[in-house]
């Protein structure tokens, strides 16, 4: 099997994250990499693009709402990426503030999950600190992430799968697919 692509992270639950978010077919076609930390990651994909040559997607966490600081590091790292880069495609995915951000993508399952309600004080302040937040209301001792993915229907994983981190990985994984040839 030939992987056509990388996706690189900071760490094993964004893996599960993507795993369940993505389809089977782009799954196939992708090696998911651990980058043990933000740091890490973006180490990881410059050096996967300047010596293996494999189109990489680097999805890391932006851990700011900031839109400047967003952007100044979107840039700095489409820089040192193209500086690593021979001419491979390249994907810099910064989730705001965090990657559990794409969880929040669907307040009617989170709801269910946590048994009650939100105020939209609550929820707004939920999309400031996603992984705590999911912490606080479904438990620091269970698996949050793995009892989300696993609780929720196709049609709330459907939502999640809107979400505009996940849309555009879909889209640059697609873009460097290979077309089978006849």
Do not use: C
């Not at 050096?47 to 040559?53: E, G, K, M, P, Q």
Request: net charge negative.
């Amino acid at each position: 099997m030939i992987l056509l692509s990388h996706v690189i992270i900071e760490g094993n639950q964004d893996i599960v994250i993507l795993k369940r978010l993505l389809s089977q077919p782009i799954i196939q076609e992708i090696k998911f990499v651990d980058g043990s930390g933000q740091y890490g990651a973006r180490s990881l994909a410059s050096t996967i693009l300047a010596t293996r040559s494999i189109p990489v997607a680097l999805v890391t966490g932006a851990d700011t709402e900031d839109n400047s600081l967003v952007s100044e590091q979107l840039d700095a790292l489409n820089y040192l990426l193209s500086q690593a880069s021979p001419g491979i495609p390249f994907k810099v995915l910064l989730a705001v503030p965090e990657i559990e951000i794409i969880l929040l993508q669907n307040r009617p399952l989170i709801e269910k999950l946590a048994e009650r309600s939100f105020t939209d004080l609550e929820w707004q302040l939920a999309q400031s600190k996603p992984k705590m937040f999911l912490e606080a209301v479904l438990g620091k001792d269970t698996p949050v992430i793995q009892k989300i993915l696993t609780s929720a229907s196709n049609n709330e994983i459907q939502t999640l799968q809107q979400h505009p981190l996940i849309q555009d990985l879909i889209n640059f994984l697609s873009s460097v697919a290979v077309t089978p040839r006849v």
